[in-house]
Each structure stands twice: as structure tokens, then as C-alpha cells.
């Protein structure tokens, strides 16, 4: 997993408050993906996104969660109006494109008090 | 959805032992992975299959894709301390959705020396 670059990888925040997590994929990597695990739990596929496009946002929360991947800069996970059920780790993945090896970030842990 | 059932859920042996550990799906896939994960960090890749009865070595680790598609196992010969981790099996599907991971719940691994 080197080389997927997660920040901040320890997050505290209170219930109400914003999260935001950034996300810089391997080099050369165009694909990134977010991961959420909760405790003692599996791995689950929130987002998929390119370049400036949401490719698949089928595993994310309906509200308060959004993800963006701008043309520069890293991809953002962002985390509205957070509450307690949102303490979780989040992952994040890149590949260079569909079908080849994903890489995953070390991981950001989010805690809501 | 896909659901991914890993067994057994947590395993405690001697330092020199092997383990198993296995994966079934209620539906197919065509990609098995498996990772590990050492506390506080990320999934790290360790073995890839892509092809029904696939079976693939890395070291002391070997893995097979099953010939049904439906399920997989993962082998580590002589265990060692270092082994210590939670080891997760993810599935990958073909064609449009061949980015999205299914993961397992885990098997926890004890190691004692």
C-alpha cells in the first residue's frame, strides 16, 4: 500500500461538526476509491471516481457525504453534519485504471464525540 | 448485494503451525484477492486469482480460487509472530463493476510463539 498518501489519519471530531479526508493516489494512478470499515467489520466500497467524475457513488450514505476528485490536488471525502454512526476508518484506494491492481491508503480514522 | 462469508472468524495457534482459512460467496466472482491488515494500517494485497482453480504461492502463503468461482482459501505454512494480523478475502467481479470490492469480515490471527 505504499504510496496512497491518506491525511489526517486521526480525526476527532463533534457531533455536528464537518470531516474532511484527502486522498493522494500512487503515482501515476488516476483511479481512487474510498473504503469505510467499521469496527470489526469488512472493508465496504463507498465511491469510485476519476478525474473531475463520480464513476460510481452507489455505496454512499445519502445524505452529509460527498466525495470529489478535482483535476488538481487530492481526492476529498467530505463528511457533513457528522454523528456518532460516522466513527469509522476510511479507506482509500487507487488503481491505474479498471481491472488493474488496487492499492489502499493506510487509512483514516474518524472519531465523533 | 454479494455477500462474502470468511471462516473462522478468529484462530489462536503455536508459532511453527499452518492455517487455513476459507471464503464462500452466495453468487460468483472473477477475481479473488486476499489481504492482510496489521492494526492501525491498511489492507495489504497478498495473494491475486484470477481463474477458476488458480492456485498461487507467495512465500509461506498459498491461495486457491475455487472451481466453482464461489469460493476461495488461503493457506500460511510455519506461522510465524510476525503473521499476527487480520487477513480478508475480497471478491471482484467482471465487466462494469470490475473495480468494486466485496470483503469479507476477517479472520483474526494469533500468533504464539
Known amino acids: 500500500n505504499a504510496g496512497v498518501m491518506q491525511n489526517p489519519r486521526h480525526l476527532v471530531r463533534r457531533r455536528g461538526q464537518e470531516a474532511r479526508l484527502r486522498c493522494s493516489p500512487m503515482k501515476g494512478h488516476s483511479h481512487v476509491y474510498w473504503y469505510r470499515q467499521l469496527p470489526e467489520e469488512g472493508l465496504k466500497f463507498m465511491v469510485y471516481l476519476q478525474k473531475e467524475n463520480i464513476i460510481d457513488e452507489s455505496g454512499m450514505p445519502k445524505e452529509r457525504f460527498s466525495a470529489e476528485f478535482p483535476k488538481e490536488g487530492p481526492s476529498i471525502l467530505r463528511i457533513q453534519q457528522v454523528v456518532r454512526g460516522d466513527s469509522a476508518a476510511y479507506f482509500c484506494a487507487s488503481s491505474r485504471g479498471t481491472g488493474n491492481t488496487i492499492y489502499f491508503g493506510e487509512g483514516s480514522w474518524l472519531t465523533v464525540v | 448485494g454479494q455477500q462474502l462469508n470468511q471462516s473462522p472468524q478468529s484462530m489462536f495457534i503455536q508459532e511453527g503451525e499452518d492455517v487455513s482459512m476459507n471464503c464462500t460467496s452466495s453468487?460468483?466472482?472473477?477475481?479473488w484477492l486476499w489481504y492482510k491488515q496489521d492494526p492501525g494500517e491498511g489492507p495489504v494485497l497478498l495473494i491475486a486469482?484470477?481463474?477458476?482453480?488458480e492456485l498461487t504461492s507467495n512465500g509461506r502463503l498459498t491461495a486457491q480460487f475455487g472451481i466453482t468461482r464461489k469460493d476461495s482459501f488461503l493457506n500460511i505454512s510455519a506461522s510465524i509472530p510476525s503473521d499476527v494480523g487480520i487477513y480478508f478475502c475480497a471478491g471482484m467481479n467482471s465487466g462494469g463493476s470490475n473495480y468494486k470490492l466485496t470483503f469479507g469480515k476477517g479472520t483474526l490471527l494469533t500468533v504464539n510463539p
Open positions: 486469482l484470477y481463474k477458476a482453480g
Open positions: 453468487s460468483i466472482f472473477n477475481t
